[in-house]
């Protein structure tokens, strides 16, 4: 279940990095952290096992 949610949160923050022209390496690495941490934090939240 995390790494669905994390690839969910991934493809949206990769197609808002490609829309609004932040494709730098910094970015990138940017939205990994966030998308792993996101995607932690909202299935401990729902609590989906």
Do not use: D, E, Q
Request: charged fraction near 10%; hydrophobic fraction near 65%.
């Amino acid at each position: 279940m995390i790494l669905f949610v994390f690839l969910l949160l991934f493809c949206i923050s990769s197609i808002l990095n490609i829309v609004l022209k932040t494709t730098k390496k910094g970015h990138w690495l940017m939205s990994l952290l966030i998308s792993a941490f996101l995607s932690i934090v909202i299935v401990f939240l729902l609590g989906v096992k």
